[in-house]
């Protein structure tokens, strides 16, 4: 998944290089500014594949989801602080930061909906870490592949540059394509069992634990199978 977005992000950058002067500098300043929120994101979406993935490890797919829920929750409210602390201040900011009035005008759009992409920017980079976390990464990264390639890439194309929404358009089209992830990581969240996916965890994790121990040691076997999910105890002489 990480691939897909990597290109789409990197082509957008490419393709950003055909606006003018002022809107190239507008777009680079607001979205540069605007990225201190990006951190927060980040550390959200590590916490978020590590306790969803120990949840579906321990056969515990509710806890999983209350893990994803929590994120969410978390990412949504941090956003809101942050976009309520710096709106406040963005005529001061990008005054200092824009050589003239042209680029301004360009940074100050930018700016403004690169803040409203946050919160969905943080949701989508959760989603995809839980996505991974519940043995979901082969179907998640075909549809992200379909969302930057078909979606994400020609909108963003047709908004900045047919339609005229200029630097805007970029920050717009990305706005849409990760509208279009979120709704395939809920679809695959909503279309497929946690508690079946957390059993085929669960087992992969018990197996490469006992592949790993002295076959002479049937006990010490036992005992990590005797907590398999439903009581499916697995052979100990593997």
């Not at 963005?90 to 759009?109: H, R, V, W």
């Not at 279009?180 to 497929?192: D, E, G, P, Q, R």
């Not at 994790?205 to 907590?227: G, N, V, Y």
Request: net charge negative; with cysteine; proline share 5%.
């Amino acid at each position: 998944m990480s691939w897909f977005d990597f290109v789409a992000v990197e082509l957008v950058s490419l393709v950003s290089g055909k606006l003018n002067e002022d809107e190239l500098d507008g777009y680079t300043i607001g979205s540069t500014i605007s990225s201190f929120m990006q951190p927060f994101s980040y550390a959200v979406c590590i916490a978020c594949l590590t306790y969803v993935g120990i949840s579906i490890g321990n056969f515990n797919p509710k806890q999983a989801k209350r893990y994803l829920w929590a994120c969410l929750y978390w990412i949504w409210l941090s956003s809101a602080f942050l976009i309520a602390i710096s709106l406040p201040f963005m005529n001061s900011l990008l005054k200092n930061f824009t050589p003239d009035g042209e680029s301004q005008k360009y940074a100050a759009g930018v700016f403004v909906w690169s803040l409203i992409l946050a919160p969905f920017d943080g949701s989508g980079l959760i989603m995809s870490s839980a996505v991974k976390s519940i043995g979901l990464e082969k179907p998640g990264s075909v549809l992200v592949g379909i969302c930057d390639f078909l979606i994400f890439l020609p909108v963003t194309w047709l908004l900045t540059f047919p339609l005229g929404l200029q630097p805007d358009g970029l920050v717009i089209g990305t706005l849409i394509g990760k509208l279009a992830k979120i709704a395939c990581y809920s679809y695959l969240f909503v279309t497929n069992d946690w508690e079946k996916l957390s059993e085929k965890l669960s087992k992969i994790i018990r197996d490469k634990k006992l592949h790993a121990m002295p076959d002479d040691d049937p006990e010490a076997k036992q005992s990590i199978t005797s907590d398999m999910p439903n009581n499916k105890v697995l052979p100990t002489n593997i």
